[in-house]
């Protein structure tokens, strides 16, 4: 069975430019994440979407991130315009329902921001 | 807000040393997952454990859950140089939001 696929793998940016990346969860997840992770910290949840709805989106900065998932399947996360702080590993995670209580993590984007 | 905190950060140990690591709240989850993460991959999932005083042995590893739901403690017996990595603990918070609150994550470095 395939894993999470995320792109891509490294990007770097100045600042005030923007950036989007992308994640496919496993075939038949209903539920997906995006997850912020800062050097030397764990995970925090920026969005979490059961099929193409949002559940959570409370701690998304939105004046500058924004997210989708218009089919229900795979979705893209984008930043405009990034900052410094924005310099981080972007993990995408999904899980079969929102219950199950499995998360399944792909490899990460880490994005630099100069 | 809820919130865990994990501690140590940091541990540099030799091989065959014993270590543990601890997950603390001051809130009660519904369960308490262990993950470890390696360098350009994501967390993957060791063990979750559910029920207030709950242990559960994976090889080496030792999980525990506090008996109030609170707090949680990863032990590794003989630590060998492939342990090493970022171990991650994630509190399930009550109500069967799928969401995870994750702690600072204790680096971990065995020299051999």
């Known amino acids: 069975e395939a894993g999470v696929a995320q792109s891509p793998r490294y990007k770097i940016i100045e600042k005030r430019q923007s950036v989007a990346f992308w994640c496919n969860p496993i075939s038949g997840h209903a539920t997906l994440y995006w997850y912020q992770q800062i050097l030397g910290q764990g995970p925090k949840l920026l969005i979490q979407f059961q099929n193409n709805g949002v559940v959570d989106d409370s701690q998304l900065p939105k004046d500058r991130f924004s997210a989708e998932r218009l089919k229900g399947v795979d979705s893209t996360l984008k930043i405009q315009p990034a900052k410094l702080e924005d310099s981080a590993v972007y993990l995408c995670?999904?899980?079969?329902?929102?219950?199950?209580?499995?998360?399944?993590f792909g490899p990460g984007t880490r994005l630099l921001v100069l | 807000t809820q919130l865990l905190e994990q501690s140590p950060q940091f541990l540099s140990i030799q091989e065959g040393e014993n270590l543990t690591v601890y997950c603390n709240s001051s809130s009660v989850f519904s369960s308490l997952q262990w993950y470890r993460q390696e360098p350009g991959e994501g967390p993957v999932l060791l063990v979750t454990v559910v029920t207030g005083g709950e242990v559960k042995k994976l090889k080496r590893l030792t999980f525990q859950f506090g008996d109030a739901r609170k707090d949680s403690s990863l032990h590794i017996t003989a630590a060998q140089p492939g342990d090493t990595g970022l171990y991650l603990c994630a509190g399930v918070p009550p109500g069967n939001t799928g969401k995870l609150i994750f702690g600072q994550g204790t680096t971990l470095q065995v020299k051999p």
């Open positions: 995670a999904s899980s079969f329902s929102q219950a199950s209580g499995t998360q399944y």
